[in-house]
């Protein structure tokens, strides 16, 4: 089947796939784990993994897009074969499944924007921290804004890709600006020498700890997009000709270059308004409200504080937002390749996005855990897509890639199919699983249990069987109705 809409320019193209790649992973996700697990430590091992698996799944990933012109599940079924379609499904359920809590996260920052608009962050001196705990302290505020979000997306679905298109161009650049010159502001303060010590240079005993690999390369795949079914998604929209290595270098580089200043902001800030000591504590705790608190103390205290506030969060939100479309977006193109209605699947999944995002809106220790568990399902998707072109042939889908793009690439592409991804996969996945098994004193009872806010074996575990079930029922509906 070929697509009848396609993006109208290369720009569109790169600007949805900026869209969904910058946004709340860099500016609420990134800082707090790179100040959590070691700074320099974290950074280095994020930009190795940016290079190894990021940049060949996202290439990857436009190649199954653009060669079979459909969503995840029917990709896998022609790329692949018919029994394969689980795949696809899986890396739709994990998207969406990301996309309930994201919801919540995109709400928090609808919630900022209000408060920015009203003039909060004009005055200084405010009391972020009591902001931030008076927000969380409110199931009606947080249920209520996240209803907002939902209704807002989902509104958004019912427009199509057209609509997704004009929204990124415009506001996807408006926030690198606005993170520019929030960063450039910060880099002014007197916290500047410690707060950029503390985010960037190593902390080598971190090196031996498997979390910290774990978290960049969750990171990785979390905020570059990299196994999401995104740029594979988009790419079925794309023209024949699209360059596939530009856009996913484009994707990787923006997206880093967002993360760094956002963590440049965050760390100087920090230790320009709190003691050294405090500092140390708020950034190595990684808690969620730590861009909430920080930054918005940071813009209380600049010049047009106001103006300021309020674009950055205009474009925080619009960031945030164009991120959160394109999850439900890959659920929604599985069904309507199918032949299903859209805009009966777009309700259908609108009562299910509520229903399902409500835990994480009014607990934030069951959205964190949620944040860990389908982070690292990326891995799983991650390696699917991989499977998938090593069934291709990696040389040929190398040559594909070079048919189309500017930019040519090497047979590090091919290494990094064949060994890399996989190697990493096995090896950080089982160092993770024995260290744990350390950390719980090889206690099997705790390290199996299921635990709805937890972090343990058994939690993965239990969600990750609850949506291989889910996957394979879902791409059955949809492959048999194709038949």
Do not use: C, H
């Amino acid at each position: 089947m070929s697509r009848k809409v396609q993006w109208a320019s290369r720009w569109g193209l790169i600007a949805a796939a900026l869209g969904q790649a910058i946004g709340a992973g860099n500016i609420w996700r990134f800082p707090r784990k790179a100040a959590q697990w070691g700074g320099g430590t974290f950074i280095l091992i994020y930009l190795l993994f940016n290079l190894l698996w990021a940049v060949p799944l996202l290439m990857s990933e436009m190649i199954l897009g653009k060669k079979t012109e459909k969503g995840t599940v029917q990709a896998f079924s022609d790329f692949l074969d018919e029994k394969f379609s689980w795949m696809g499904a899986w890396l739709a359920w994990v998207t969406l499944a990301i996309g309930f809590e994201y919801a919540v996260v995109t709400s928090w920052i609808l919630k900022y924007l209000v408060l920015a608009l009203q003039g909060t962050f004009a005055k200084a001196g405010v009391d972020t921290q009591a902001i931030w705990d008076n927000f969380m302290a409110s199931p009606a505020e947080k249920l209520g804004y996240f209803f907002v979000v939902i209704i807002l997306a989902f509104i958004v679905l019912y427009g199509g890709v057209k609509v997704f298109e004009v929204v990124a161009k415009i506001l996807v650049p408006s926030l690198i600006v606005l993170l520019g010159i929030v960063a450039a502001v910060a880099l002014t303060l007197p916290g500047v020498t410690k707060g950029l010590e503390y985010m960037f240079v190593p902390k080598w005993e971190y090196f031996t700890n498997s979390r910290t690999w774990l978290e960049a390369l969750t990171q990785v795949a979390w905020s570059t997009g990299a196994g999401w079914g995104f740029l594979l998604t988009f790419a079925a929209y794309a023209k024949k000709k699209e360059d596939i290595a530009l856009n996913a270098f484009t994707t990787v580089w923006g997206n880093m270059s967002a993360s760094f200043l956002a963590a440049t902001a965050i760390a100087v800030t920090v230790f320009t308004f709190l003691p050294v000591d405090k500092a140390n504590e708020a950034l190595g705790s990684g808690n969620s409200g730590l861009a909430f608190i920080y930054l918005t103390k940071l813009m209380a205290n600049m010049p047009m504080s106001y103006i300021v506030s309020v674009f950055f969060f205009l474009a925080f939100f619009f960031a945030a937002f164009t991120s959160l479309i394109p999850m439900y977006e890959i659920a929604l193109t599985n069904f309507v390749d199918a032949g299903y209605s859209r805009n009966k699947i777009a309700l259908i999944l609108f009562v299910f996005a509520i229903f399902a995002g409500i835990p994480s809106a009014l607990n934030i220790g069951f959205q964190d855990s949620q944040d860990f568990v389908w982070g690292l399902g990326l891995w799983i998707s991650g390696m699917f897509i991989t499977y998938a072109i090593i069934q291709f042939g990696v040389d040929k889908a190398r040559e594909y890639i070079n048919e189309v793009s500017d930019i040519k690439i090497g047979k590090w592409y091919d290494f990094s199919i064949k060994y890399a991804i996989p190697i990493m996969f096995v090896v950080l996945f089982g160092w993770w699983i024995w260290q744990s098994f350390q950390w719980y004193d090889f206690d099997f009872v705790k390290i199996l249990s299921f635990n709805g806010t937890g972090y343990n074996l058994g939690t993965i575990l239990v969600w990750w069987i609850f949506a291989l079930m889910t996957a394979m029922l879902g791409s059955t509906a949809i492959t048999s109705r194709k038949r």
